[in-house]
């Protein structure tokens, strides 16, 4: 059974960095894609960068610019660097891979003053 672990989170002040980690149970880059999802409160469970197999990396608009999508294969890890981070960032961030699918168990970003 493929397992993600998430970790990273925190508490930071707008403007701040934070960079998350998505650790697999297996070669990070044997998935078809790896993605960091978000789920604020009250609010649905949202995509917000992925990378696929071929290192091809895709993000939300809302966070073009800001944070970075990256893997270490030989740390079996995916990273989201996350930079000039807003309020409205706070949320639970989650790892998600497909080809297999998995969800990591979640980590907590807040952002504020």
């Known amino acids: 059974q493929v397992q993600l672990v998430e970790s990273g989170g925190g508490l930071v002040q707008p403007g701040g960095s934070l960079r998350l980690s998505c650790t697999g149970s297996?070669?990070?880059?044997?998935?078809?894609?790896i993605s960091w999802y978000r789920q604020a409160p009250g609010e649905q469970r949202a995509l917000v960068a992925t990378?696929?197999?071929?290192?091809?990396?895709t993000y939300t608009d809302s966070v073009k610019g800001r944070f970075t999508i990256s893997r270490d294969n030989a740390k079996n890890t995916v990273y989201l660097q996350m930079n000039s981070l807003k309020p409205e960032d706070t949320a639970v961030y989650y790892c998600?891979?497909?080809?297999?699918?998995?969800w990591g168990q979640g980590t907590q970003v807040t952002v504020s003053s």
């Open positions: 297996r070669a990070i880059n044997s998935f078809t894609a």
């Open positions: 990378i696929s197999w071929n290192g091809i990396t």
């Open positions: 998600n891979s497909v080809g297999p699918p998995a």
